[in-house]
């Protein structure tokens, strides 16, 4: 006698006639190609401010967009006040959201909201520039020193040299050091 396929297939139990619950197909993983980019920041890209003059460094978000001001968070990503330059009690030139700031790779493109006293580069009132790492630009009466990594690094090292507390001279200097241009040390 022959037997039909599906007497042989009859003969093996299956897992549902075994008493067991049938299993879900096991899943595909995620197609890299489809997913969203990792947002790696350049080497070289600006990731935090340096508050010229002061101890105070703010590291900056990694996201596409974010906002700067003197609002607290989280109506604002990055606080930024005329206090963390004048000490407590200080009148406020830093309006609540001063900055839409957009990454573009390393440099960061920044859109004064309007505001009364101003978003200047280089001296000169903007609506909208861009900001570099070593180039000092100031949000009413702070003045903000863009660091990438390699600066923050070399900021320790000539605070060592100029000293721990001579925080104004160190960021007068950092992006002299910084620009490329020779540089006589006596």
Not at 6 to 28: C, D, E, I, Q, W
Not at 109 to 138: K, L, S
Request: neutral net charge; charged residues 25%; without cysteine.
């Amino acid at each position: 006698m022959s037997s039909s396929p599906r007497s042989r297939n009859s003969a093996r139990p299956s897992a549902s006639s075994a008493g067991s619950k049938p299993t879900a197909p096991p899943t595909l993983p995620t197609d890299p190609m489809r997913e969203a980019p990792l947002s790696l920041l350049p080497r070289d890209a600006v990731v935090s401010l340096r508050v010229v003059g002061t101890k105070t460094e703010l590291l900056l978000p990694d996201g596409r967009t974010f906002t700067i001001g003197s609002k607290p968070e989280p109506d604002v990503d990055v606080h930024v006040s005329s206090s963390m330059r004048n000490g407590p009690g200080a009148a406020e030139y830093v309006s609540g959201v001063h900055l839409l700031v957009q990454r573009k790779s390393k440099q960061l493109w920044i859109r004064d909201q309007g505001t009364t006293n101003g978003t200047y580069i280089e001296d000169h009132r903007e609506t909208e520039g861009e900001i570099v790492a070593g180039r000092p630009f100031r949000l009413g009466d702070v003045t903000l020193l863009p660091m990438d990594p390699a600066m923050r690094e070399l900021r320790r090292h000539l605070q060592w040299v100029l000293g721990l507390e001579a925080h104004g001279y160190v960021d007068k200097m950092l992006p002299v050091v910084t620009s490329g241009d020779p540089l006589l040390l006596i």
